[in-house]
């Protein structure tokens, strides 16, 4: 019977578990974007497995014996009572000892068990930066420090773990003899009412029988139930506050595809969490099928900008409206499907070429429509020398390929999902020559007749866009064309000047 007991008993652990697991998981994907500005990746990890599993033990263990201890403690106390009330008040005498220990170990306990996750986090943290970073350290020639500083946190986590080793046993030992004083009362007390007359010998023996029962069942109803409400709580906590944080919003019905428009800026404003404003008071208009050039210094908040037209952040005021109608009435699905965003950092999964280019298309793409949008993207052809084509693996984050050649997959992949609204940021920034043309040609065709904002400090490619949105200290210094602002704007002209000297 305890065998299929214990069977029956992991199965319902595992299950809570896996729905514990569940929740996060979903929920996790559903945070808004701001949401990872303050919360570290790392910390989401231990969340979705430490935390529910602690939470998990605590439902399946600690709550779900209470109604068979309850059981256990009345049954017991009403056959004692029946028998003679003498023995219920040995019996709760004995159990009045189950109450001291917990409370002076639990604290200590806690306080250990706490130090000793840190020191393990400690280590994964070191392990996850430390393997990241292998060739940085290389290049340093840092091997001995940080090899040094894992040898440290490897000591440490021993340390910890001998001291833990020894204050449990200290703490076994108080138990040990928690039990004993239970015993001694146990049998003398028994010896008192046997002599005085109150019980029979084989009431005693009976009541020797169900004594450990009964003081199992207080303990486990009252001290140990404390205990593990306590541990539980931090995991509780966590928990909760990633369940209490609201979902990113769905948006309205409107379809950026079908119902796009003129993009408009209103006295928008934004800053992160609670920092300084990166954006003041902006407002401009970024019209449909035309060119938008941002132009500002390092910082001064167009990726910023970026994030707010893929609605990873609301703006604090102000608003933007597409087509005369507020962002917030466009479906966030179908935007995300429609916006496209090609950057400096550019992102490829593990897979292959092909996993790459079709990424984030729903329908079947066939061989014929990969290829055409591949020699477009100015990839086809270095595709081709690659070991096994279109199926090669590209590693982890696309690390087999180079630079440029993850940047035309990128473009590919925009070119398949044809967006509505392109944002380009600094798409070529970290390219040499060769590629940058190769890129350049390609981001060309991929921006014709799409809304497109483009930031970039070449400024070969900036100068022919339609329009000019000039930012300086997070405001609008100025909007028009190239030429316009070089003539009306001092602050342009003099950072086009200082560019121009830097070519030099
Ligand atoms: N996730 C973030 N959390 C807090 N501050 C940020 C975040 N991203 C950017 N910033 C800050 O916002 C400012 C503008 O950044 P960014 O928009 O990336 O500038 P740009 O793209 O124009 O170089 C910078 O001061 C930067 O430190
Ligand atoms: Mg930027």
């Not at 550019?346 to 897979?351: E, W, Y």
Request: hydrophobic share 40%; glycine share 8%; with cysteine.
């Amino acid at each position: 019977m305890s065998g299929v007991q214990s069977v029956v008993n992991s199965i319902a652990n595992y299950k809570v578990d896996l729905n514990f697991q569940r929740f996060v998981l979903k929920k996790i994907m559903r945070l808004p974007v701001a949401f990872y500005d303050k919360n570290k990746a790392d910390e989401l990890i231990s969340r979705t497995t430490d935390d529910t599993t602690t939470m998990r033990s605590f439902l399946v263990q600690d709550l779900l014996a209470i109604p068979s201890n309850i059981y256990t403690l009345v049954g017991i106390l009403a056959t004692l009572f029946l028998n003679d009330w003498r023995l219920v008040i040995l019996g709760l005498l004995m159990s009045a000892l189950t109450f001291v220990v917990p409370i002076i170990t639990a604290r200590i306990s806690f306080r250990w068990n706490d130090l000793m996750q840190g020191k393990l986090s400690g280590l994964t943290g070191y392990l996850a930066e430390g393997l990241q970073n292998i060739p940085l350290t290389k290049v340093f020639v840092q091997e001995a420090r940080e090899i040094g500083k894992g040898l440290k946190v490897i000591k440490e986590l021993y340390d910890t773990r001998v001291k833990y080793l020894f204050i449990n046993s200290g703490l076994g030992v108080l138990s040990s003899a928690q039990e004993m004083v239970s015993l001694l009362l146990n049998v003398l007390g028994g010896v008192y009412l046997i002599n005085a007359g109150y019980i029979t010998l084989d009431m005693w023996i009976a009541f020797y029988m169900y004594a450990s029962s009964l003081t199992g069942a207080i303990a486990a109803l009252f001290p140990q139930l404390w205990v593990s409400i306590k541990g539980v709580q931090g995991s509780t906590r966590r928990i909760s506050e990633i369940a209490a944080e609201p979902d990113e919003t769905k948006g309205g019905s409107l379809d950026l595809r079908t119902q796009g428009g003129d993009i408009a800026f209103d006295h928008v404003s934004f800053s992160y969490a609670d920092g300084p404003e990166v954006l003041q008071d902006l407002s401009f208009t970024i019209p449909q099928g035309k060119t938008t050039a941002i132009i500002g210094r390092s910082g001064e908040g167009k990726s910023t900008l970026y994030g707010l037209l893929e609605r990873f952040y609301q703006p604090n005021n102000g608003q933007i409206t597409v087509g005369g109608q507020d962002i917030d009435a466009y479906n966030m699905h179908t935007w995300r499907k429609a916006v496209g965003y090609v950057s400096q950092n550019t992102n490829l999964l593990s897979g292959t070429v092909r996993d790459n280019i079709v990424y984030g298309v729903d329908r079947d793409v066939g061989q014929e429509e990969i290829e055409n949008v591949a020699r477009l993207a100015n990839a086809y052809d270095f595709i081709q020398e690659l070991e096994n084509g279109f199926d090669t693996e590209v590693g982890l984050n696309g690390s087999k390929l180079s630079g440029g050649q993850r940047q035309r997959i990128c473009i590919a992949r925009e070119l398949l999902k044809d967006p509505a609204l392109l944002l380009l940021d600094e798409a070529t920034s970290s390219l040499d020559m060769e590629a940058e043309y190769q890129v350049t040609q390609a981001l060309n065709r991929l921006r014709e007749g799409r809304t497109t904002l483009m930031v970039s400090h070449r400024l070969r490619s900036v100068t022919d866009a339609d329009q000019i949105v000039y930012l300086a200290d997070h405001k609008v210094a100025g909007t028009g064309t190239h030429e316009s602002l070089l003539k009306e704007n001092v602050s342009y002209r003099n950072l086009i000047q200082a560019q121009l000297e830097d070519a030099v």
